[in-house]
């Protein structure tokens, strides 16, 4: 069976992880998120999945490849053009990557499911695809239930009785929601449908081809379940994604590394005296990472592979990427370092080059001596305090 992901979004709510890293590669706990949608799908019969990418196409492309390896076929369609020489993406919209696909040859011959590139789902698609076919769908929306205080985070859908979809609201107001179920990003189509998306435009499938199929009374239908669904499209949903795997909440995405002690993980080669750290699960640290005398360190929190903490600095409740060095006496409370780039859990960043901060976070691929002085350490403080 077939499928598509989008991934050619820029990700921009998940900046500034999303400047090096397209979003469906963004990991969790070493897993890029795009790799758990390709297990869902093989697991659930979908093997031929095409997917279109524009912004650091070629990270995907390079990554996944021809999905041998993850037991499925990948084809690409990419958005955009070469410019002097280099790729520069231009995304033509959900429903216009679609129609891009078909257009080149048709690919959509039956029933397929389109899939968000940036959620974490444990869904039976398998039910999901039984439940379109029994309706006699052209279209179908996975939705999910919320508590009515968190809809006006999401898309709500509203539907009849018999669940035929009547009308859509962006992100309402707790007092002007018609309904608790959420759009998740997860479809179910009948190729039929590409006759309604315009060919070589920019189209989306939520604001363009799915009104169009309301107003059309198209038989457009959504398939309420429950099931385990983690946006991560923003700063603050990444967070949450983190946590959730790390505390056993998100069931779903095991926690890699070996179990050194109760709640904490390593990868391969981690260099730690465990007598001489005060580490407190659930907590990963990643491989060929020094994790030096007199650290601390709180969970939930991921240091990933080839870190560097040192002496006397502290890590309590965040997330520290790749190739990270944090400085004697940096204390990072709630924080997300990536690169050069300190977050907090709103999304809030600090450049700590542009700040001239950079000798508290630095890559370790570089040789950087510390500088410790009462000065710096008063820094240092303030870095960890900022928001």
Request: with cysteine; charged share 25%; glycine share 10%.
């Amino acid at each position: 069976m077939k499928a598509m992901i989008l991934a050619a979004g820029k990700g921009t709510r998940v900046r500034p992880i999303t400047h090096t890293i397209p979003k469906p590669l963004i990991p969790i706990l070493q897993k890029p998120v795009m790799e758990f949608l390709l297990e869902l799908l093989r697991k659930h019969g979908f093997d031929q999945i095409v997917v279109n990418v524009s912004h650091l196409a070629n990270e995907i492309e390079s990554y996944f490849r021809d999905g041998q390896r993850f037991g499925v076929e990948i084809a690409y369609s990419f958005e955009g053009s070469i410019i002097e020489g280099e790729l520069v993406g231009k995304a033509l919209g959900s429903a216009g990557g679609m129609r891009k696909i078909q257009d080149f040859y048709p690919f959509f011959d039956d029933t397929f499911v389109v899939l968000c590139g940036d959620a974490l789902i444990d869904l039976d698609l398998s039910a999901a695809l039984k439940k379109h076919k029994e309706k006699g769908a052209i279209a179908t929306i996975v939705t999910k239930s919320v508590p009515r205080e968190q809809v006006s985070s999401y898309g709500v859908v509203v539907t009849d009785e018999n669940d035929r979809i009547k009308s859509f609201q962006e992100k309402p107001s707790v007092e002007e929601a018609l309904s608790t179920n959420i759009n998740t990003g997860i479809y179910i189509f009948e190729p039929e449908v590409l006759d309604y998306i315009p060919s070589g435009q920019e189209y989306d499938i939520g604001g363009d081809l799915f009104p169009k199929l309301v107003a059309m009374g198209a038989p457009f239908y959504a398939v309420p379940m429950e099931f385990e669904w983690v946006d991560i499209g923003k700063v603050p949903d990444y967070w949450h994604a983190v946590r959730g795997v790390l505390t056993g909440e998100i069931k779903n995405v095991s926690i890699p590394g070996r179990q050194v002690a109760p709640g904490i993980y390593t990868g391969l080669n981690v260099a730690v005296n465990w007598d001489k750290v005060d580490i407190t699960g659930p907590v990963y640290i990643g491989g060929m990472t020094h994790i030096e005398d007199g650290a601390k360190i709180i969970g939930p929190s991921v240091i990933g592979s080839n870190c560097w903490i040192c002496k006397g600095a502290t890590v309590d409740n965040s997330v520290i990427f790749e190739y990270s060095r944090l400085s004697p006496g940096v204390r990072l409370v709630d924080k997300l370092v990536f690169g050069r780039y300190c977050v907090d859990k709103t999304g809030a960043t600090i450049d700590v080059q542009a700040a001239a901060l950079d000798w508290l976070i630095t890559d370790t691929r570089r040789t950087m001596p510390p500088q410790e002085s009462e000065e710096n350490k008063a820094i240092a403080e303030l870095l960890s305090s900022a928001s």
